[in-house]
């Protein structure tokens, strides 16, 4: 069963796909940055990069994947995504953040039928950003704990 969600995920595959490489690092994990973000993910995940945001997931991934073009999340899996939002001429407030972040820190968890999410907007260094976390129902307790460590991972880049 899927969950069909309205998220940052359909807003960054509008973007297109772009050359932004992540690099590969000590103990099996990737590093990835977005603005001037930057976390890090186990290498055995899938992800895509876009202009303004990277997702990864414990799933394969293309941009023809329903998790990219219908915003479509397995039961089964786990998603991590961050995109950095457009700058608007009139600008929607969104409240700063304190690093390290974590599943609390990112607000309440909404329920679906096949899983549930976590969102967050926030300001950071003069761009808005949102986090979105995806648990499938019956995701591995192993994948749902790399995504929180995920979500404790972002850090500001060094300018």
Do not use: N
Request: glycine content about 6%.
């Amino acid at each position: 069963m899927k969950q069909r969600l309205c998220v940052g995920l359909v807003v960054a595959a509008t973007c297109g796909a772009a050359a932004a490489g992540a690099f590969a690092a000590a103990h099996g994990t990737v590093t990835a940055r977005v603005g001037t973000l930057r976390f890090s993910y186990p290498a055995r995940f899938a992800h895509l990069d876009f202009p303004q945001a990277v997702l990864v997931a414990d799933y394969r991934l293309s941009k023809d994947s329903p998790t990219v073009r219908t915003a479509t999340f397995p039961a089964e899996g786990v998603v991590f995504e961050v995109l950095r939002e457009p700058k608007l001429d009139h600008p929607i407030p969104a409240p700063t953040v304190r690093f390290p972040l974590s599943l609390d820190r990112l607000g309440p968890s909404a329920p679906h039928p096949s899983g549930q999410t976590w969102e967050r907007r926030f300001a950071f260094r003069g761009a808005v950003y949102l986090v979105v976390v995806w648990y499938g129902k019956t995701a591995s307790e192993r994948d749902r704990a790399a995504v929180a460590a995920i979500v404790t991972s972002v850090r500001a880049t060094h300018l």
